[in-house]
């Protein structure tokens, strides 16, 4: 028999996805129907990219206007997200290798 502990660990577990996963549908029910006309994202945001784009961010090209202007803390971010993940994983590629090491000295001596 498991333990309370173990049994409150599964059962906290299982209500976390389920609530995660409610709200999930929850948001794609919301979402607006993809090519919809009346679409705010759509339009306002579309014209105001393409057509004021060079004249408020200065650049000429639309897509680094649009990467380093209008969504530069997300590009920050998720650079910063990418550079954390591979820092990491060198970490523990690093430490892995090292405890291989020392066992194998372990064993030899």
């Known amino acids: 028999m498991k333990s309370l ?3 409150l660990f599964y059962v ?10 409610f709200i999930l549908l929850l948001a794609v029910s919301e979402m607006l129907v ?7 994202t759509g339009d306002y945001v579309y014209k105001r990219y393409v ?4 004249e408020e ?12 202007d209008y969504r530069g803390y ?3 971010l998720e650079s910063t997200v990418l550079f954390a ?7 523990v590629w ?12 372990e064993v030899d001596h």
């Open 5 to 7: 502990p173990h049994v």
């Open 12 to 21: 906290v577990s299982v209500v976390l996805v389920g609530l995660i996963f």
């Open 34 to 40: 993809h090519g919809n006309i009346g679409d705010p």
């Open 51 to 54: 057509y004021r784009g060079t």
């Open 57 to 68: 961010c200065g650049g000429l090209n639309l897509v680094s206007n649009i990467l380093i």
């Open 74 to 76: 997300d590009t920050l």
């Open 85 to 91: 993940a591979v820092v990491s994983i060198m970490l």
């Open 94 to 105: 690093g430490t892995r290798s090292t405890g291989q090491k020392e066992k194998e000295k």
